[in-house]
């Protein structure tokens, strides 16, 4: 790490470090002990489901109970967990076992891999998020056994409940239940949802966030509480949205009991926020639940945990921001505190470049594919926020389509703006401090 360290950046690092994880995970899966007909996967196909388990995604051209033996489930869940936390998180982890010192560079390199703004305590900070998350998964994992052991039996729902537990809380959506039905099985049941969501709130939260909750803080820094408010409100506003426009759709909530539709109201508006369980079937929803679902996929998690999306705090800012200019005010304030104008524009930046990215992606698509714009557009928008809902197009994907989402889960797990610096040509330090004359233009 240190020698690749040396002749990379960050950024150069992370990507680099990905896309050979998401390499030797495709690999993997093309072994014959992989697939139950023994000829592994074929080569693109095991490149998609390594990506969709790196960045944590969940969309499947193959069912994964019914295609990969244990062994190959195995290397999907190793992958998760390694993607979720972060191979540098692992990494961290390895070199403290062995009681190897972290260097500089490698601290810098968690900084970029935790979205910190310094060095300052990382390490101290690597170490919460391996204990936190280990410890929401082992208790998910407990009860999710517990519930499925009659149904299963011991050995199998220990099973269930591990790679459930795992897949949840890293916001993945694989799931073992098989030909592609998720957890519909299970829409009414209380234990299962109610786990299951929390699993991927939390994991959704981001790690700080995490940490300051279960520090028992009296006063949450402005991150935390920012997450917290629009988390909460987004989750509440999207399943009375979804209770509402569903709650007689015979193809969705229609049939269920009012109790088991406020539950799988909630259950779909937590699953958006890049989770990719479904209890409902998805392709019953009206264009307007849809479309509502989509814009909590667009906008996501929140910074430094495992979700996607272009963030929850990317989101407040840029509603903050247009509300300023509204009212000609110069500063975007929240809390009584001014955020910086380098805040503001990465906000707008990534949100541009993340809206961008979904429609190149959707005019590839609604060429190479036989489906129609919206079930295009969801498939799209569920890639970049690393989301894994699919309204059932990922299987017949064409060649180029599955390539086109391979790229889009990449780019939405790294982030657009992330690789934009990866690919940008370094600028001459005394060019970029260069003043040109103002002049203005003509807006809206």
Wanted: glycine share 10%.
């Amino acid at each position: 790490m240190n020698a690749l360290g040396k002749i990379m950046s960050p950024s150069r690092v992370l990507v680099s470090g990905f896309a050979v994880l998401i390499m030797f995970g495709a690999l993997l899966l093309t072994l014959p002990q992989a697939t139950q007909d023994g000829l592994g996967l074929p080569f693109l196909n095991a490149v998609f489901t390594a990506t969709s388990a790196v960045c944590v995604t969940g969309l499947v051209v193959v069912d994964t109970a019914t295609t990969f033996t244990l062994f190959g489930q195995g290397v999907i869940l190793l992958l998760i967990q390694v993607g979720g936390l972060g191979f540098m998180t692992f990494a961290t982890l390895f070199a403290m076992i062995l009681g190897k010192k972290i260097t500089l560079k490698e601290r810098l390199l968690l900084q970029e891999a935790l979205n910190q703004v310094s060095v300052e305590g990382i390490v101290r900070l690597t170490k919460h998020v391996l204990q936190i998350s280990f410890a929401i998964e082992a208790i998910g994992a407990l009860i999710l056994t517990l519930r499925w052991y009659p149904d299963f039996g011991w050995s199998k729902a220990l099973y269930y409940g591990v790679f459930h537990s795992i897949s949840a809380f890293n916001n993945a959506g694989f799931d073992l239940m098989g030909n592609y039905s998720s957890l519909t099985a299970y829409v009414g049941d209380p234990i299962v949802n109610i786990t299951i969501m929390l699993l991927i709130i939390c994991g959704g939260l981001g790690f700080i966030v995490m940490a300051e909750l279960l520090a028992h803080r009296k006063k949450f820094r402005l991150h935390t509480k920012i997450v917290l408010q629009v988390s909460g409100v987004l989750i509440l506003l999207g399943a009375v949205f979804i209770f509402i426009m569903e709650f007689t759709n015979p193809k969705t909530l229609g049939p269920l009991p009012l109790g088991t539709k406020v539950l799988a109201a909630f259950f779909q508006s937590v699953s958006p926020r890049t989770a990719g369980f479904n209890t409902i079937n998805l392709a019953g929803m009206y264009d307007t639940t849809l479309l509502s679902m989509i814009v909590l996929m667009f906008i996501g998690a929140s910074p430094g945990g495992t979700g996607g999306g272009i963030k929850t705090t990317t989101f407040i800012s840029i509603i903050l921001s247009v509300l300023s200019t509204y009212r000609s005010d110069p500063h975007v304030v929240l809390e009584g505190r001014t955020l910086p104008k380098d805040v503001i524009r990465k906000a707008w930046a990534v949100t541009t470049s993340a809206a961008f990215l979904i429609f190149l992606i959707l005019s590839i698509l609604s060429h190479t594919e036989n489906s129609d714009l919206m079930t295009v557009l969801f498939e799209v928008t569920s890639a970049f926020g690393t989301v894994g809902l699919s309204l059932g197009i990922t299987p017949t994907l064409s060649e180029v389509g599955k390539m086109a989402i391979i790229l889009t889960m990449f780019i939405g797990r790294l982030g657009p703006l992330t690789l934009a610096f990866v690919l940008s040509q370094k600028r001459d330090k005394q060019a970029a401090h260069v003043k040109y004359p103002d002049e203005r233009i003509l807006i809206g």
